[in-house]
């Protein structure tokens, strides 16, 4: 039945239920009507039980009445008691109230109203007998009166009264027996009804729960169909995106193997998607050190877990090697765990060329530099050949400090030089490595290109002094140089050069070229103080300042770490 | 060229003797493998080709050699590591120090 409720279409599904609950809606009024009609024969039933016991009553009493009339004359006709005749009178009295109850009673079939009259003519019989025998022996004639009762006549009389109350009695029973019948069958009638009724609303109840259920089905299969569309369309932007973005897009899953590679990354590979899919790097790269190399990293990433950006050689063309800037992070699945790994990476072979072009060409410019510089040394050698050798040499080593910062600056694309380098610089030719004649302590500052040089040439001309008085003169003097960056108001740098276990200090006489350089040139180089002292006996020292926005270099250049192959 | 005679001037300083001067990759290469001197100092850079073969020429003569440079020292191929580079401009002294180096080596 209720597979049947679930082919029929929205429509027809609403009309079965309802018609089932009209339908037990209409049986159940049916059946009240009927227990209306019911309720009034079971009453009018009643009545006529009551009556026809009234009238059963009534013919035992009139009966009785008889009999008593009849027992009071024969006691008196056997004793001549006139007490026997109190009965006898008393039932003559109630006879004739008897039988007028009797006869108003209701006709209880056909023959009722014949037969009552027949009694009371019976009945006016027999009591005219009695009255005779009574009149006879009261008037002393005893035989005369037993002579009549042996007629038999009353003895007819009583016999015939019996057979018609009998019918009478007859003709109720089968009355009241017909009225029960008549009340049985409509109340059978009433339950099958009412049952019915009952089976039918419960029917009903359950079709139209069942098309409610299939509504809110059908209703929440359209939602889901909805939503599967929209994300249908966001699935397909996103496949077109990865399709159709210029930058390589891949993943690969905990083991290496490639779980997607858009179109412009398998080009790059070279090879048919089916080649590379569910295969490692190492199994489809024609270059199998770039293809470690990779791997390794990748590896190392999903490890950290890390999104990381970098650069790396994958692919060849024309003999080199192609650079790639790839931004690579960990695949995650719901629960945060990873289970792979995605990439995006982007052609910069180019522009590492050009890098590459650019750093030839500084490295060159800087060769080039220096050799003019070593030009100008062998013009001022044949200058001054003959000439004060010392101001020769004075000269000749400033040019050297300069070449060396040069050095330096070129090592960083004239974008700056760490001051710690600069120094060591310098240093370096007079005192061998750090550590052993000179110790620095400072923080990491990278200068600009112009404060490198000034301090370059500063660091040159102390240096030269202490090699010359001071503490490279001997074999045990030191130099401790400390710089560090105070905040105040204004950033500064700050930096100390300190000379110890020299010869005894003594101001020059003369304020040399080498003095003059330090003190007012580096300052102004540096756009800070410069304050030299010979006022400590231990050694030489020399104070600098400058503010740091002066000195320090631009941000550095972002150089990305590099992951090498070849 | 007037570096040459700079170089040239600082080793008659030293006490040394200029027995021949090359400026091309060819000529210098000859006299790398004819000559019978004691030292050498080579120019890396000459007139444009790199004077690597001379180099080989005087270390399978077992001639002590020192490498004068305006490029950086990393620059060097690997094969030559241990050659004392001196790095233009330098002064006599330094020279001095790095022929001692060269002669010490072999």
């Known amino acids: ?566 | 060229m007037i570096i040459c005679i700079m170089i040239e001037s600082f080793l008659g300083k030293l006490g040394c003797e200029v027995v021949a001067v090359a400026a091309s990759l060819q000529d210098a290469l000859s006299k790398a493998r004819t000559l019978v001197i004691d030292a050498a100092v080579l120019d890396v850079n000459l007139g444009g080709e790199m004077s690597y073969p001379i180099a080989e020429a005087l270390e399978a003569r077992k001639i002590p050699f020192l490498f004068a440079t305006s490029y950086g020292a990393k620059e060097l191929p690997k094969t030559l590591v241990g050659v004392p580079v001196l790095s233009k401009p330098f002064g006599m002294q330094q020279l001095a120090v790095a022929l001692r180096l060269a002669m010490n080596n072999i």
């Not at chain 1, 299939?214 to 249908?232: D, G, N």
């Not at chain 1, 995605?342 to 530099?369: A, F």
């Not at chain 1, 204004?490 to 110890?500: A, D, I, P």
């Open chain 1, 1 to 566: 039945m209720l597979l049947l409720l679930a082919d029929l279409d929205s429509r027809a599904a609403k009309f079965f239920p309802v018609a089932a609950i009209g339908l037990a809606a209409l049986a159940l009024v049916l059946s009240g009507l009927l227990s209306g009609i019911h309720l009034r024969e079971l009453k009018m039933a009643s009545t006529s039980t009551n009556d026809t016991r009234a009238a059963e009553l009534a013919t035992e009493t009139l009966l009785s009445t008889l009999q008593d009339a009849e027992t009071g004359q024969r006691g008196y006709l056997l004793t001549g008691d006139l007490t026997y005749l109190e009965p006898y009178d008393a039932a003559l009295r109630r006879f004739t109230t008897d039988f007028a109850r009797l006869k108003a009673m209701p006709a209880f079939g056909r023959d009722w109203t014949n037969r009552v009259e027949e009694i009371g003519r019976l009945a006016a019989d027999k009591l005219d007998e009695l009255g005779q025998t009574v009149v006879l022996r009261q008037s002393g004639q005893a035989e005369g009166a037993l002579a009549l009762v042996r007629t038999n006549r009353g003895e007819h009389s009583m016999d015939a009264i019996r057979v018609e109350v009998n019918a009478l009695e007859s003709g109720m029973e089968a009355s009241l027996a017909q009225i029960q019948s008549r009340t049985l069958s409509p109340a059978r009638w009433i339950e099958v009804i009412g049952l019915g009724a009952l089976a039918c609303a419960l029917l009903g109840w359950v079709a139209l729960f069942h098309h409610h259920a299939r509504l809110r089905v059908a209703a929440h299969l359209v939602r889901l169909k909805i939503a599967e569309q929209e994300r249908e369309q966001s699935n397909d932007l996103l496949r077109t995106i990865v399709e159709t973005a210029p930058g390589r897009i891949y993943a690969k899953d905990r083991n290496g193997r490639m779980l997607l590679a858009n179109p412009s990354a398998i080009d790059l590979i070279g090879k048919p998607w089916p080649d590379i899919k569910g295969r490692t790097y190492l199994e489809f790269l024609d270059n199998s050190i770039q293809a470690e190399a990779i791997t390794l990293n990748d590896r190392r990433l999903m490890e950290t877990g890390r999104p990381e950006e970098f650069e790396e050689s994958i692919g060849e063309l024309g003999g080199e090697a192609r650079v790639w800037f790839s931004t690579k992070a960990p695949l995650r699945d719901g629960k945060g765990s990873v289970i792979g790994l995605v990439g995006v990476s982007v052609e910069i072979t180019d522009r590492k060329r050009m890098e590459l072009r650019l750093r030839v060409m500084l490295n060159e410019l800087n060769h080039r530099v220096k050799n003019t510089l070593t030009t100008v040394q062998a013009i001022a050698a044949q200058t001054l050949c003959g000439a004060d050798n010392e101001a020769y040499l004075a000269y000749e080593r400033r040019l050297i400090a300069l070449a060396s910062a040069h050095d330096v600056l070129t090592c960083e694309s004239w974008e700056g030089a760490d001051f710690y380098d600069v120094v060591v610089g310098q240093l370096g030719p007079y005192a061998g490595p750090v550590g052993d004649r000179f110790k620095l302590s400072g923080p990491e500052v990278r200068l600009n290109s112009r404060a490198a040089l000034a301090l370059a040439m500063g660091l040159h001309e102390l240096a030269t002094n202490a090699l010359k008085y001071g503490a490279f003169s001997n074999s045990v003097g030191q130099v401790s140089i400390r710089w560090s960056v105070t905040s105040d108001d204004v950033s500064m740098l700050r930096m100390t050069w300190r000379e110890r276990y020299g010869p005894v200090v003594s101001p020059p006489s003369r304020r040399g070229f080498g003095t003059h350089l330090i003190e007012r040139i580096l300052a102004s180089d540096l756009g800070g103080v410069v304050h030299l002292r010979f006022d400590d006996p231990e050694g030489v020292i020399c104070h600098i300042e400058a503010p740091l926005a002066a000195v320090v270099a631009s941000a550095r250049s972002l150089t990305l770490p590099q992951v090498n192959a070849a």
